[in-house]
């Protein structure tokens, strides 16, 4: 199915007129004998309510870049704090160096036989 005719701009004076005088939708179509989905959308148009469709769909509360940092704020403020608990990110260590690595080596081969007792005393 093909376009229909274009409406001529005296008969779109006539809508918004019309409109504006408190007809109706079904009143104006039935009167200029025009669909009442045109009748519409010439109103919508002249009355600046139309809105760009690259807005479809229901618009983003947050970003998807805010949305973790909210996430985690959120989380700081209601749980953490309900259970007087304090978010903390561990502390770096430097790697273990050669001279530490040869030092545990000794350690265990001297300790080697010890009974579970010494093990249960050393932690």
Partial sequence: ????????QDIRKRIVDLHKCGS???????????????????????????QP???SGRRWILSPRE?????????AETV?????LKGYSGRRKPLLQNHHKKARLQFATAHGDKNLNFWRHCM
């Fill in 24 to 50: 109706s939708l079904g009143a104006i179509s039935r009167c200029l004998k025009v669909p009442r989905s045109s009748v519409q959308t010439i109103i919508r148009k002249k009355h600046g309510n139309v």
């Fill in 53 to 55: 469709s690259y807005r």
């Fill in 80 to 84: 953490l704090y309900h259970h007087e």
């Fill in 67 to 75: 949305e973790p940092k909210d996430l985690v704020k959120m989380l």
């Fill in 1 to 8: 199915m093909g376009k229909s005719r274009e409406i001529n």
